[in-house]
């Protein structure tokens, strides 16, 4: 049974009240750390010291950012900028396939030579992907909007996702759908996914459908499913119908875009959404978070003038955006810290994706990222920067021998490292996983 917990919100919205975080380093010692066991071979046994050099490169926790904000960027010099302060921090990407950006009636080469270059930055900087999503109800074309042909578009649906997952093998990770307990909601406004979805009998039978298509196409990839509001019970019920029909699903998508004082959430808060959807067994996504450094809204329907002015500016070819504010940066950065150190603590969250990286062109015209509106990092950056490159990271040097196991306890991931005898100079890399129990075997060649 899903619990709805009513916390009262105490959280003073310009200083940060540093969370308790009780237990959270000792956490992450136990569930992201692990000891390594490691053999050097070398074709010619060597009695020779050995200086050993070994450092984290690429953490197996998922620290993500959206790059669905890159579009405005490409071939400015912002795009360059862009990618550099990705690269400093984050090892997990996340890219749109928006139906109306990706839309077949226009033709697709203008996409597809578009993200075959982001896959390859992506890829050349050992960068994890993701894909968002194989199908939403919203950002559709007008033609898609407009169907009242479910059975014409159930396989011109299927036929896109089909061309999704198999045209780019480097993603391995998918939304399947996004959002799935809202296609009826009132905002929502009537499509022809949404008229697929009751020919199919509702939302139940829709998603198990297209869970069964995604498997039948490639088994091997990470699907999730991912809601904008991870309290709302329904969110709850589809999960545990997804388990108690056998779904081929792999993760639960949470968004938390912290852009009302109502939706800015709280330490306990934090911890029991989490543990409400343990008895689950998935794996928790944290897929889109916005932590703003403008001002925040008492709530949604304070939030909803702001849009409505904003929607009515754009529509005069004017922006209408939020103002970081100094004040609210200090906080930004300080709650991030919290944030980010007691997530990492929970074994079941496996990835955290910031949804804005910068001010600029950031969603809903809120000051939503860690750098500002010149790409230039905000406070919140230097410190995420920190947390994830520094403090939770592993740096070895030693003399070793090499005719003995060298054994060592660090966070889980890929190592690169160096191993110099004499004048020789080896170079080599290993991943070091959970699961691995066993002596992890490296062969120095070079």
């Known amino acids: 049974m899903f619990l709805i917990c009513f916390v009262v919100k105490s959280q003073q919205y310009d200083v940060h009240v540093p969370w308790k975080l009780e237990g959270a380093n000792e956490r992450i010692d136990t569930y992201r750390k692990g000891k390594a066991k490691?053999?050097?071979?070398?074709?010619?046994?060597?009695?020779?010291?050995?200086?050993?050099?070994?450092?984290?490169?690429?953490?197996a926790f998922n620290f993500g950012v959206s790059m669905t904000q890159e579009g405005p960027f490409e071939g400015t010099a912002y795009q360059d900028?862009?990618?550099?302060?990705?690269?400093?921090?984050f090892n997990f990407v996340t890219l749109g396939f928006y139906w109306g950006a990706r839309d077949e009636k226009r033709g697709l080469n203008g996409f597809n030579k578009r993200m075959d270059e982001k896959i390859s930055?992506?890829?050349?900087?050992?960068?994890?992907?993701?894909?968002?999503?194989?199908?939403?109800?919203?950002?559709?074309?007008?033609w898609v909007i407009n169907n009242n042909d479910p059975e014409e578009l159930e396989k011109i649906i299927y036929k896109r996702i089909e061309d999704l997952i198999l045209s780019y093998p480097e993603i391995k990770y998918w939304d399947v759908y996004n959002e799935a307990v809202a296609p009826f909601k009132e905002h929502v406004t009537p499509s022809g996914v949404t008229?697929?979805?009751?020919?199919?009998?509702?939302?139940?039978?829709?998603?198990?459908?297209?869970?069964?298509?995604?498997?039948?196409?490639?088994?091997?990839?990470?699907?999730?499913?991912?809601?904008?509001?991870?309290?709302d019970p329904e969110f709850f019920k589809l999960n545990e119908f997804f388990i108690e029909k056998g779904v081929g699903y792999q993760a639960i998508g949470m968004q938390a875009h912290m852009q009302t004082q109502d939706n800015v959430l709280e330490e306990q808060e934090l911890i029991d959404l989490i543990d409400s959807f343990g008895p689950l067994g998935k794996d928790i996504q944290f897929t889109e978070v916005t932590v703003t450094s403008s001002k925040l809204f008492?709530?949604?329907?304070?939030?909803?003038?702001?849009?409505?002015?904003?929607?009515?500016?754009?529509?005069?070819?004017?922006?209408?955006?939020?103002?970081?504010?100094?004040?609210r940066e200090n906080y930004q950065a300080a709650y991030i810290k919290d944030l980010y150190t007691l997530l990492f603590s929970q074994p079941s969250v496996s990835s955290?994706?910031?949804?804005?990286?910068?001010?600029?062109?950031?969603?809903?015209?809120?000051?939503?990222?860690?750098?500002?509106?010149?790409?230039q990092p905000k406070k919140a950056f230097y410190t995420l920067k920190t947390l994830i490159k520094e403090?939770?990271?592993?740096?070895?040097?030693?003399?070793?021998?090499?005719?003995?196991?060298?054994?060592?306890?660090?966070?889980?991931?890929?190592?690169?490292?160096?191993?110099?005898?004499g004048n020789k100079r080896y170079k080599f890399s290993f991943d070091?996983?959970?699961?691995?129990?066993?002596?992890?075997?490296?062969?120095?060649?070079?």
């Open 432 to 446: 070091h996983k959970k699961e691995n129990e066993g002596v992890i075997k490296i062969k120095l060649q070079g």
């Open 352 to 375: 955290v994706t910031m949804w804005n990286l910068t001010d600029r062109n950031a969603w809903r015209g809120h000051a939503g990222g860690i750098l500002d509106q010149e790409l």
């Open 195 to 231: 008229r697929w979805i009751k020919y199919k009998g509702g939302i139940y039978p829709a998603m198990l459908e297209l869970y069964n298509l995604v498997n039948q196409i490639d088994s091997s990839k990470i699907y999730t499913n991912n809601h904008y509001h991870p309290k």
């Open 121 to 142: 930055w992506a890829v050349s900087n050992k960068m994890k992907i993701k894909g968002h999503p194989l199908l939403w109800h919203e950002s559709l074309p007008k």
């Open 298 to 327: 008492k709530d949604w329907k304070d939030h909803q003038v702001f849009l409505n002015k904003r929607k009515e500016s754009r529509r005069e070819g004017k922006q209408l955006t939020l103002p970081s504010l100094e004040e």
């Open 81 to 89: 900028m862009y990618r550099q302060r990705v690269s400093e921090v």
């Open 391 to 421: 403090t939770w990271t592993t740096s070895i040097k030693k003399d070793i021998n090499l005719n003995e196991e060298f054994h060592f306890t660090g966070f889980y991931g890929q190592y690169e490292g160096t191993v110099s005898v």
């Open 38 to 59: 490691l053999l050097f071979v070398v074709d010619n046994s060597s009695s020779e010291p050995a200086q050993l050099d070994i450092g984290l490169a690429n953490h």
